[in-house]
């Protein structure tokens, strides 16, 4: 039984529908003083959360979940996390600041015999699950929003953590080059970025991210792309968060299109993680 979490509806119902499992009746109220509450039906002895945790309370309701369904009889729970937060907290950063990635999973990992994640920010960050951790890579599946006919088509990850994601990208495309560029960030939304040593002019540049929050990175990039005198630029990103004014951004920026999948439920959101998630159940 699929147990779906308040911001993964759509990719719960998704999965579902891959797998052939059904989908447990869950309900989500919240107390007067604030506190919130979930109710799942009987799920049977195999369980699988499916819940991003997109805030503190989602992360406090995805514990609640795992709880809920042990007390409704699930004597196996499989944790599925298509966005997990804080995820990019994962070291610290100055003296006496928390590893924030890694006290989530702690405290996930109490709940549950097994968690798979999508595309987090750093791989490593499954090895601070106390149980069996997967990362899932659902990026590939971006390439098939994309246009056919790209032209020479680069795929460019904004900076060298991402260029894993660009590679899943343009291998589902089945064509192109990779490349990526060189990041400073000198605060949390002021960021350089230096040009990559890849020709871009009368090309389609697809510019592919695990994240995009605030925009800043990826309208940077864009910049210097059309600077290059790139043909069309496109943006594929797996986890649409899209923050503030990030979607009005990038449009400005003058990309063609944006992608993104269901971890994060967006107007973009157009590309589903749910085969990706089913290959590894």
Same mark, same amino acid.
């Given at each position: 039984?699929?147990?779906?979490g308040?911001?993964?509806?759509?990719?719960?119902? %998704?999965? @579902?529908?891959?797998?052939?499992? !059904? #989908? &447990? =009746?869950?309900?989500?109220?919240?107390?007067?003083?604030?506190?919130?509450?979930?109710?799942?039906?009987?799920?049977?002895?195999?369980?699988?959360?499916?819940a991003?945790?997109?805030?503190?309370?989602?992360?406090?309701?995805?514990?609640?979940?795992?709880?809920?369904?042990?007390?409704?009889?699930?004597?196996?729970?499989?944790?599925?996390?298509?966005?997990?937060?804080?995820?990019?907290?994962?070291?610290?950063?100055a003296a006496?600041?928390?590893?924030?990635?890694?006290?989530?999973?702690?405290?996930?990992?109490?709940?549950?015999?097994?968690?798979?994640?999508?595309?987090?920010?750093?791989?490593?960050?499954?090895?601070?699950?106390?149980?069996? %951790?997967? @990362?899932?890579?659902?990026a590939? !599946? #971006? &390439? =098939?929003?994309?246009?056919?006919?790209?032209?020479?088509?680069?795929?460019?990850?904004?900076?060298?953590?991402?260029?894993?994601?660009?590679?899943?990208?343009?291998?589902?495309?089945?064509?192109?080059?990779?490349?990526?560029?060189?990041?400073?960030?000198?605060?949390?939304?002021?960021?350089?970025?230096?040009?990559?040593?890849?020709?871009?002019?009368?090309?389609?540049?697809?510019?592919?991210?695990?994240?995009?929050?605030?925009?800043?990175?990826?309208?940077?990039?864009?910049?210097?792309?059309?600077?290059?005198?790139?043909?069309?630029?496109?943006?594929a990103?797996v986890?649409?968060?899209?923050?503030?004014?990030?979607?009005?951004?990038?449009t400005?920026?003058?990309?063609?299109?944006?992608?993104?999948?269901?971890?994060?439920?967006?107007?973009?959101?157009?590309?589903?993680?749910?085969?990706?998630?089913?290959?590894?159940?």
């Amino acid at each position: 039984m699929i147990v779906a979490g308040s911001h993964s509806q759509v990719l719960a119902t %998704a999965l @579902a529908e891959e797998t052939g499992r !059904r #989908l &447990a =009746g869950v309900e989500f109220e919240r107390f007067p003083d604030g506190e919130g509450i979930v109710r799942v039906d009987e799920v049977g002895e195999s369980a699988i959360v499916v819940a991003s945790t997109v805030s503190d309370r989602a992360h406090v309701e995805l514990l609640q979940l795992q709880d809920a369904v042990r007390e409704a009889g699930a004597t196996q729970v499989t944790t599925v996390i298509p966005y997990m937060g804080y995820a990019r907290q994962d070291h610290a950063f100055a003296a006496g600041e928390p590893v924030s990635a890694r006290a989530m999973a702690r405290a996930i990992s109490t709940g549950t015999d097994r968690v798979l994640t999508v595309n987090p920010h750093e791989s490593a960050i499954c090895d601070y699950f106390d149980v069996p %951790a997967t @990362a899932v890579d659902a990026a590939h !599946r #971006l &390439a =098939g929003p994309l246009p056919d006919d790209l032209t020479n088509p680069l795929f460019v990850a904004p900076d060298e953590g991402a260029v894993d994601a660009a590679e899943s990208v343009a291998a589902g495309y089945g064509r192109g080059e990779t490349d990526y560029f060189e990041k400073t960030r000198r605060s949390g939304s002021d960021v350089e970025i230096t040009p990559s040593d890849a020709a871009v002019a009368d090309r389609d540049v697809v510019v592919v991210d695990d994240i995009v929050a605030t925009g800043t990175t990826m309208s940077e990039s864009v910049a210097v792309l059309q600077d290059g005198d790139a043909r069309r630029v496109y943006v594929a990103c797996v986890h649409p968060l899209l923050a503030r004014n990030a979607y009005l951004r990038l449009t400005r920026a003058g990309v063609e299109s944006i992608h993104g999948t269901d971890t994060l439920e967006h107007p973009v959101s157009e590309v589903s993680a749910a085969p990706a998630i089913a290959a590894e159940l």
